[in-house]
């Protein structure tokens, strides 16, 4: 009896949520990021297991291709897409948020920040500085030199150090930071919005043109402060949760989910929002995600 594909199946169930992780992180959708698992299982069930000497290696440099042809056509979708592209949410488990390289790597505010970068970039970013990949190996992965492959991982990380937030933010500071926002904006209270929101802060919603969302960012605490007590008002209930392993809080009407919410934070103030709307982009709310380095 043939055990090769058994082999195979076995490493793909092994390595999924790593290659969902690395995926995810080039796309920022996860819808997107599932299709390209399946046609990852289509080419990895066929491959001839006795020339495999590392199965995670193979499976990556496969995802990894699929994922950059899959942003190119991604890309083209967000040309037309609605006012602003925020990436999917997901809801995750306590043990993203243990590790906080992982964590941090698929915050909104980092995926925003790779959304500025090349596809090529952003491929040899997350596989070098996420998942430490060899630079022979993302070579491999993205059809070019390892020498190529170290400008660009150069470029990439010296983009991303300009636009990532310069002072990391602890969970527990998150947390505190999040508890304080979720009673102002639960409880209508206008002062304390005021008291925890930047002067300067600025939302973006995302509605997708499915439902009413601004179609430009929205800056600056006053029509922040207005926005949120008017989402604070139509919900009937706002629940902290871990979002992308950050903490994060879910918005209610009833018994349908209304919306995502994520922070970010500087100075112990939140500095940006991020309203995810669209329901199309929710349905990875329903179940927590794996999420794997």
Do not use: C
Request: aromatic fraction near 4%; charge should be negative; proline fraction near 4%.
């Amino acid at each position: 009896m043939n055990s090769a594909p058994d082999a195979a199946l076995d490493a793909f169930v092994a390595h999924r949520n790593l290659l969902f992780t690395v995926v995810y992180e080039m796309l920022g959708s996860a819808a997107d990021a599932e299709d390209v698992l399946q046609e990852t299982w289509l080419r990895w069930s066929g491959v001839d297991q006795d020339i495999v000497e590392n199965q995670r290696a193979y499976l990556v440099r496969i995802a990894t291709r699929l994922a950059l042809t899959r942003i190119r056509a991604l890309d083209r979708r967000k040309e037309l897409y609605v006012g602003p592209w925020l990436p999917e949410p997901l809801l995750t488990s306590p043990d993203v948020a243990d590790d906080v390289e992982l964590a941090e790597s698929v915050s909104t505010a980092m995926l925003l920040v790779l959304e500025t970068l090349t596809p090529a970039e952003r491929a040899v970013f997350v596989l070098r500085e996420v998942f430490d990949v060899d630079y022979d190996e993302i070579a491999h992965a993205v059809d070019k030199s390892p020498a190529a492959v170290r400008q660009i991982a150069h470029r990439a990380r010296e983009h991303v150090a300009a636009r990532r937030p310069r002072v990391a933010v602890s969970a527990a500071e998150t947390r505190a930071v999040l508890d304080a926002f979720q009673r102002a904006v639960s409880g209508g209270d206008v002062q304390g919005l005021f008291d925890i929101l930047a002067p300067d802060v600025v939302l973006l919603g995302d509605g997708g043109g499915v439902v009413q969302a601004s179609l430009v960012p929205i800056e600056g605490a006053d029509a922040v402060v207005t926005l949120l007590t008017r989402i604070g008002g139509a919900a009937t209930s706002v629940r902290a949760v871990e979002v992308n392993g950050r903490p994060a809080l879910v918005l209610r009407s009833g018994d349908g989910l209304e919306g995502v919410l994520t922070v970010r934070i500087e100075n112990g103030r939140i500095a940006g929002l991020y309203t995810v709307r669209n329901p199309e982009k929710l349905s990875h709310m329903q179940r927590e995600t794996a999420l794997r380095r």
